[in-house]
């Protein structure tokens, strides 16, 4: 037996792999290619002392892998990446939780920007701004700036109401819920999808009725949600919001006026494909004989 089969047998002794045969075969080969015909470089053994390396070691044996010098690189590699994205995702989880506070601010800064450049800001202006990783640094902990885009803030507040985008540069503006916290419950304090729904739906409704676009007007005073509250506090509200109604492609314009957007579209006819009932076959509409 070469003297790396003995070396590869201790090594494992105190591991999962403890009088595994083929596992201090693989070990073997790693720590003496040379001995068993194989060229390339050695595992020295003191490797096995660092905690890291001796766990990528047992995880590539553990994957029927001879752990070489190589092999084990590669590993480490790849487990200091998965560790990362683990505590990206654990932090994201803890940012989720504050979703309301990081939403505000990016709203905020959004809005800002548009008044002051007439665009949208980019991503990085927002997540680099201060006031953000000020907050990131007091619900989170100290992280890289670089590294805050991984927290999927602008998705997760995008989801929450706070803001909207679409595929476009500059496109990131304000969105329901920097609109809506203004005036309280007032307003609808309905999901934005449910917003962007009602509104569609009501500028169809309203266009297939009347055979021309809602004024703004009218969209703002007559417009109500399941609850019978206003979606929009005044008409200038309505104007306001057309910018993120928009930007969702649950609005459009026309002439100046606003009609259903696309995504409204969309979103109104999966509504009403889930409510038509079923077309019925022959069966169903066969007459039951009358009995006595």
């Known amino acids: 037996m070469p003297p790396s089969d003995d070396i590869a047998a ?11 045969e083929d596992a201090a075969q693989l070990l073997s080969r790693a720590i003496d290619p040379a001995g068993h015909d194989l060229h390339r470089d050695s595992l020295p053994v003191t490797a096995t002392t660092d905690p890291q390396t001796a766990a990528a070691i047992l995880e590539l044996i553990e994957h029927g892998q001879v752990p070489t010098m190589a ?9 200091a990446v998965r560790a990362e994205v683990e505590r990206i995702e654990r932090l994201g989880r803890v940012a989720q939780r504050s979703i309301d506070e990081f939403g505000r601010i990016l709203a905020n800064l959004t809005a800002e920007y548009w008044d002051t450049h ?3 800001p980019t991503r990085r202006i927002v997540l680099r701004s201060e006031p953000l990783l000020s907050l990131v640094r007091e619900r989170i902990g100290d992280i890289e700036p670089a590294a805050v885009k991984h927290l999927w803030l602008i998705e997760r507040a995008q989801r929450a109401g706070w803001i909207a985008y679409d595929a476009g540069p500059r496109s990131l ?11 309280g419950n007032r307003v609808s304090l309905r999901p ?5 729904t009602l509104v569609a739906g009501f500028l169809r409704d309203h266009e297939t009725t009347h055979g021309r676009p809602a004024r703004w007007s009218a969209l703002a005073h007559d417009l109500r949600d399941d609850r019978g509250r206003r979606v929009f506090n005044d008409t200038a509200d309505a104007r306001a919001q057309q910018q993120w109604l928009r930007t969702a492609q649950w609005m459009d ?5 606003p009609v259903a957007g696309q995504r409204g579209l969309r979103a109104l006819a999966r509504q ?20 006595r």
């Open 192 to 196: 934005v999808s449910v917003i962007g």
């Open 253 to 257: 314009l026309r002439d100046g006026l």
């Open 71 to 79: 092999a084990v690189r590669t590993q480490l590699t790849q487990n």
């Open 272 to 291: 009403g494909a889930r409510r038509r009932p079923t077309a019925r076959g022959p069966k169903d509409l066969a007459v039951t004989p009358i009995t």
């Open 118 to 120: 007439g665009e949208g």
């Open 10 to 20: 201790v090594l494992l002794a105190s591991t999962e792999f403890a009088g595994d």
């Open 173 to 183: 503006c304000a969105g329901r819920r920097f609109h809506s916290s203004r005036y």
